[in-house]
């Protein structure tokens, strides 16, 4: 069945075109790339903060509310007695167009109404602490018009938890100052804040207000605020209760004129001895120094051209040119993209995600450094230091840490077993992509504690020992609280629904529960691992570890092999989990993806045999599922998995973010018609063509769950963006499918296709090398038949690594 379709790809210009306002589900954006960040939906909502979304958070926002996306940047244009906004809402006056452009790390939304265009630009600068907003005023009647803009921001009392709940103390602590265009949010800074905010408009205005109830009446909504249903400012000075800033500005535009107003949204920081210019008054010396950078339109389009070229070199890295523009706009510029996004906010902030909850998880991170590690190697690094400094001397580590503090996360504690095997897919990655391999002499502090630093290397390797410390009775790893599947908990055996899956654990002592997921995980990355070894002259240590890994293959497959497919875990009690034997959820994805990327049995059929189940009892038209048939009932012994309705999250959902396991399975066994059939299944660009509407969520990036075939939906999407799908469908694509992986000592090329890929190119900077690399698959779906390099046969796979430029020709 067609579907309503609400926008539409630009590829040239890099940017989703959202024609129709009333999107299923606010469709958003993500500004800033480093410290000051915005969140933006398709009709101007959302919020800002600085670091962390938690402890600085600029200004409110209101989750799940009604009406939904409720609290943004909002201009109200008063034009007679028509009061409407560029975005469409708050005020819901229906527009004459309106088109809201979503590009990389900007958004601009256009709305036209009785012959007046506004046009806004939003977006971070690069290396700067604020949100610029370029509106830009356009008449475009034959008459004179006399226009009343307002702007509006509410400030968030910085913490975003207590400012959600702390009403006895946060209606009195409110505090602002005025100064010209200027409005301050100086909340707390009497006391032990050193920062403050600032909203700023660069010409004269005619009126202010900064107490929210005189703004909008208590009575009224942001969709009718009586100043500006009245046409009249307040010039309200508020004291406590809730600070907003609102300017108010007399615009006269002639027929054909245009006029730019940039406004600003800051962030300043101050040393404690320089807080005030006298007493009470912020010291607004930096605020005023930031406004100079950005008070005319030339610096802002400066500033602007700057951050897109920024995108054009980060995109750059990684072209290919295939013929198919799904394939092409994914790859080119959404999949990096989101992966950027990713990074920048692992699991914090999204309109899933309130920005209170989760810092950045261990595992999480390191899955996203291989989105984005071809980028920016230097914040992969620190990452990796970063993440490796919240471990514990016995190779355990802090399921989250908080990015402010970068200090692991107390609530939430260790004992999440998969947890240490992702810091050598992360560093090994690191290392291929930079042949950086001084990172392993870096020292590194366990828990943050000065002075008991050990080098980078000795991290690893105590994260594969935690593993083989940790067996059970099987030889199989233990899964502790849980391993990649937050939702398997085998050691909880909770009752009471004010218990957290993730963090209770009744049962400790003699804790026997199994996984085979992290069994394929430490065989994935303990291969890794030995080959690092090995390239570094850790020969004994290869050795070792080598052996370790051989048992860990024996064990699975004698305790882990069910016939079809591999178990997915044994529970505490020694009964298999994922097994024909069981009664629901006889099979599970992650250990198919984990073994058979791990090629555990490959020369019995085992690879094979798990594959060919996963078509045959995941798959279906959305992708594949978790687990096959869904759980019914709440199981006690399995935890928070068994919690969700059928079809949902853990539970058959459709998890995006385990697929890829799966088709890199595919892709090592050669078998590439499958890899894509599963690979477009959930490649957002095939679903967008399709399923606007039923996926709901943004068409441009992954979202972490799709409704599986049991739930009543099957194909709704939910949890759009912050989510390892982006950098595992990364992973798939650029390294397995299309075939250009880094290495050591050069780029290994083995792609695997379907048999209908013709010839394509990938452009490749690679360290201080650019490679031009044209694949001729003759409809072959793997295995590479010749290589030539400048145009002399290369032996092997690995184009090795010489700085310059090159030419590469691959037939397969
Ligand atoms: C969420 C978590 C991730 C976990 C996954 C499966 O995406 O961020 O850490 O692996 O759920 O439970
Ligand atoms: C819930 C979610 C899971 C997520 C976890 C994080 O269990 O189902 O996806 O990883 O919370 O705490």
Redesign the pocket.
């Known amino acids: 069945m067609e579907q309503k379709r609400y926008g539409h790809f630009d590829d040239q210009h890099r940017e989703y075109v959202i024609t129709d306002p009333q999107t299923p589900w606010p469709w958003i954006n993500y500004l800033g790339n480093e410290d000051f960040f915005s969140l933006i939906s398709n009709t101007a909502g959302g919020y800002s903060f600085y670091k962390d979304a938690k402890f600085r958070r600029i200004t409110r926002y209101r989750y799940n509310n009604v009406p939904m996306d409720n609290g943004g940047r909002y201009f109200y244009i008063k034009d007679g007695d028509t009061v409407w906004n560029p975005g469409w809402k708050p005020c819901k006056t229906p527009l004459d167009f309106y088109e809201c452009r979503h590009g990389m790390s900007y958004t601009r939304i256009t709305g036209r109404k009785n012959g007046v265009e506004a046009s806004v630009l939003f977006f971070v600068p690069l290396k700067k602490w604020c949100e610029v907003q370029k509106l830009t005023l356009k008449n475009e009647s034959n008459e004179v018009k006399q226009l009343k803009l307002f702007s509006f921001e509410e400030w968030c009392l910085w913490n975003a938890a207590t400012d959600m709940e702390n009403f006895q103390r946060n209606f009195s602590t409110g505090e602002v100052e005025i100064e010209g265009s200027t409005i301050y949010h100086k909340t707390e800074y009497r006391e032990r804040r050193n920062h403050y905010a600032f909203y700023h408009v660069n010409t004269e205005i005619q009126g202010f207000d900064t107490d929210r109830e005189t703004f909008v009446g208590l009575y009224n909504e942001f969709a009718d605020p009586q100043a500006v249903i009245e046409g009249k400012p307040r010039n309200s000075h508020a004291h406590g209760w809730s600070p907003i800033a609102s300017h108010y500005i007399e615009v006269t535009l002639n027929p054909g004129e245009s006029k730019d107003f940039i406004f600003l949204l800051g962030y300043i920081e101050n040393e404690q001895d320089e807080k005030f210019s006298a007493p009470q008054v912020i010291n607004k010396k930096k605020a005023h120094a930031l406004i100079a950078e950005l008070d005319t339109t030339e610096k802002v389009d400066r500033a602007f051209d700057v951050l897109c070229a920024y995108w054009d070199t980060l995109l750059n890295i990684y072209k290919v040119k295939s013929g198919n523009d799904k394939l092409d706009r994914m790859v080119n510029i959404w999949n990096q993209y989101q992966c950027m996004v990713t990074f920048n906010f692992s ?1 914090s902030a999204s309109f899933f995600e309130s920005g209170v909850g989760r810092g950045m ?1 261990f ?2 991170s390191n899955q996203d450094l291989v989105g984005f590690v071809h980028q920016i190697p230097p914040r992969a690094r620190q990452r990796i230091i970063d993440i490796a400094s919240t471990q514990f001397p016995d190779g355990g580590c802090y399921h989250q840490y908080q990015p402010l503090t970068k200090r692991g996360n107390n609530d939430i504690g260790g004992g999440f077993n998969d947890d240490p095997c992702w810091l050598i897919f992360g560093t090994v990655a690191y290392i291929k992509e930079t042949g950086d391999f001084t990172i392993l002499d870096e020292m590194v502090p366990f828990d943050n504690q000065p002075g008991t630093e050990v080098t980078l290397f000795e991290h690893l390797k105590i994260s594969m020992d935690h593993v083989i410390k940790n067996l059970g009775p099987h030889m199989l790893p233990l899964i502790g609280r849980a391993d ?4 398997l908990n085998l050691n909880c055996f909770s009752w009471d629904p004010n218990e957290s899956f993730q963090t209770t654990e009744n049962v400790s002592e003699g804790t026997k529960a199994e996984s085979l997921m992290i069994a394929g995980l430490f065989v994935v990355t303990g291969k890794d691992y030995v080959a690092l070894c090995q390239k570094i002259g850790k020969t004994d240590e290869a050795a070792r570890m080598q052996q370790a890994v051989d048992a860990m293959i024996d064990a699975v497959k004698k305790h882990g092999w069910d016939g079809e497919w591999y178990l997915r875990a044994y529970d505490f009690y020694g009964r298999k989990i994922g097994s024909n034997e069981c009664d629901e959820a006889k099979i599970f994805i992650e250990s198919q993806g984990w073994c058979t990327m791990a090629e555990i049995g490959a020369e019995d059929g085992m690879v094979a045999k798990s594959l060919d189940s996963c078509k045959k009892y995941l798959e279906c038209e959305h992708g594949m599922v978790l687990n096959n048939p869904a759980f019914t009932k709440y199981i006690y012994e399995y935890g928070e998995i068994s919690s969700y309705p059928e079809g949902y999250k ?1 539970n058959a959902g459709i ?1 995006c ?1 385990n697929n890829p396991w799966v088709i890199i399975g595919e892709c090592l066994a050669g078998r590439g018609n499958d890899a894509w059939s599963h690979y477009a299944k959930i490649l957002p660009s095939y679903v967008e063509e399709k399923y606007q509407t039923l996926h709901k969520v943004e068409p441009y990036v992954n979202c ?1 769950m799709v409704a599986g075939k049991d739930a009543y939906k099957p194909g709704e999407g939910k949890n759009s963006w912050l ?2 799908t982006a950098a595992w469908m990364w992973y798939t694509v650029s390294e397995f499918i299309l075939g250009i992986k880094p290495d050591y000592d050069g780029i290994r090329i083995d792609p695997c296709l379907p048999e209908t890929a013709g010839d394509y190119t990938v452009q490749r900077k690679f360290r201080e090398a650019d490679y031009d690399i044209t694949i001729h698959p003759n409809g072959s779906q793997k295995g590479v038949k010749s290589i030539t390099l400048d145009g002399q046969p290369v032996t092997g796979t690995v184009i090795p690594y010489t700085p310059g430029h090159h030419t590469v020709e691959v037939t397969m």
């Not at 990649?484 to 939702?487: E, K, L, P, R, V």
């Open positions: 699991r998880g595992r999480d990649w599947n937050d939702c853990e998890f973010h972490q989510t390892g």
